[in-house]
């Protein structure tokens, strides 16, 4: 059977190197899809890779989310800072615990909260910052930490987009002040086909998040195989990451820095963009990223988007913004950069199976599609 290799009329897509399908292979004749040894394997790889001292995988990054919000006693009648410019599953998290979201606005030239944002929002109610590291891009919120933690407000970051980002000198996620939740969706720099992971800040919230995502079992499966009992130590969920996902991404992460490279290079391609009139690059702080999205902002974004995908131009939207949703109304607030930027922004199509062809052929397309629709 032949495959047909995406292109620019793709918005997003996984890129595979050629070892992922004998992986999984391995582990389905093996007959154990749980919980193995091959998921610690990928905990220990991602920790040694970031310099940390543990990880904890998790099933999806919506999971690591909720795990971290639950090991940090976020809940009912709490107050949760998050950015409304996110996917609505950072929001959900904050509600499955009963907590409240308190939208803030970002930056327009980043889609980031800043500092000064998040300290304007802070009020007596708050006990955690959901900073959202858009596109891959880091945020540094250092200079509040102090403060933040006299207040007992805990910081915990969305990074699903920056898998192998930097803030400074330092990898994302090797912060020992915050917590920082990974995903390994289908189209992250780093895919498990779905996962996820909780960097903690002690061993005692790496065992918390452990027993949450086992349902409250302490015992590993290998553990509860030479024993006639177990014990469920608390509440807990079905959030543990399967052996066929942990497959996947160790034969990913065998090449990573090969998917660094070509994140990057693409990315640099499309700095063509800042050629044309009226189109806004979204800054994700190429020497520290890796980039997960390419957006920009244009005039005229809905016209601009039929017209591309009337030309099999793969563009997409990241995000509606949740303030203005209607599952979220209760919490609304007047956050008018983001409402300027929603209107505003558009992805490009962005993954590693694009030739520098293809990127050249979206940017002429969104140079016709502006004149078409009333650029000059």
């Known amino acids: 059977m032949s495959l047909t290799i995406p292109d620019a009329r793709r918005n997003a897509s996984p890129y595979l190197y050629g070892r992922e399908a004998a992986s999984v292979a391995r582990v389905l004749e093996a007959g154990q899809f749980g919980h193995t040894d091959l998921t610690v394997e990928f905990e220990r790889r991602i920790a040694a890779y970031l310099g940390v001292p543990d990880v904890v995988a998790v099933s999806s990054g919506t999971a690591a989310l909720h795990s971290a919000l639950l090991a940090t006693g976020i809940g009912l009648g709490d107050e949760v800072i998050v950015p409304s410019m996110t996917f609505c599953a950072t929001v959900q998290a904050i509600r499955a615990v009963g907590a409240a979201p308190r939208f803030i606005d970002v930056d327009p ?128 969920l079905r959030y543990q990451l399967s052996s066929i996902n942990a497959a996947i991404g160790l034969a990913q992460f065998d090449h990573f820095d090969a998917t660094v490279r070509s994140r990057r290079h693409l990315w640099r391609v499309y700095s063509a963009l800042e050629t044309l009139e009226e189109v806004t690059l979204v800054d994700v702080d190429l020497d520290h990223a890796v980039p997960h999205l390419c957006q920009v902002r244009v005039p005229h974004r809905d016209h601009v988007f039929a017209h591309l995908r009337a030309r099999n131009i793969g563009v997409g939207v990241h995000y509606p913004p949740n303030h203005l949703q209607p599952a979220f109304a209760r919490w609304t607030r007047d956050l008018p950069a983001t409402e300027r930027v929603s209107r505003e922004i558009l992805s490009l199509p962005f993954h590693q199976h694009l030739t520098e062809a293809d990127v050249h052929r979206v940017v002429t397309a969104l140079g016709h599609a502006l004149k078409a629709t009333g650029g000059p």
Do not use: W
């Open 109 to 236: 030239a980043t889609l980031c909260v800043t500092p000064q944002l998040v300290v304007d929002a802070v009020t007596d109610d708050t006990a955690a910052v959901l900073p959202v590291l858009f596109g891959g891009r880091a945020v540094d919120l250092s200079s509040l930490r102090e403060d933040l933690a006299e207040r007992g407000v805990v910081v915990i970051e969305d990074a699903a987009h920056a898998f192998g980002s930097h803030c400074g000198s330092e990898y994302v996620g090797a912060d020992v002040t915050a917590l920082t939740c990974f995903s390994f969706g289908p189209v992250k720099n780093l895919t498990c086909g779905q996962g996820g992971a909780v960097i903690p800040r002690t061993l005692e919230e790496a065992a918390t998040v452990r027993r949450l995502r086992m349902l409250g079992v302490t015992q590993s499966q290998s553990e509860r195989a030479e024993t006639t009992s177990y014990k469920v130590e608390g509440f807990g």
